[in-house]
């Protein structure tokens, strides 16, 4: 971005509070803002509705991609007690699934869905 700035007379830079800005560069972010641990209030701002933002990392072999996270995730699980949420392997979430405190989910070797048991 910096780069960019300098090509075009005039232009500055502005600072953004992280309030008012929040990006989504990788699924785990997404999965994140999509979970109930945000709400998207009235005035169409996405808050959080926790005190402490949980960290999400997601298996880069079957999540990186958006069409794959699409594909895996048609339930997004439920991140408002959790802390750490780590999903190794190929899971399909297809069903509600509450993330209580640190959790992972450790790969089965198989693709497994979260609707036949956690």
Known sequence: MGAAIEVFAG????????????PVKTTNELMLLRSDAFDLGEDGRLTASVTGVPG???DERYFKLIQDFERRVRVVPSLREAHTFTVRGDWTFDAPFVVVGERTLPDPGTPTAVSTGV
């Open 11 to 22: 232009a500055t830079a502005i600072a953004v509070e992280r309030d008012r800005f929040l």
């Open 56 to 58: 999400v990392d997601l």
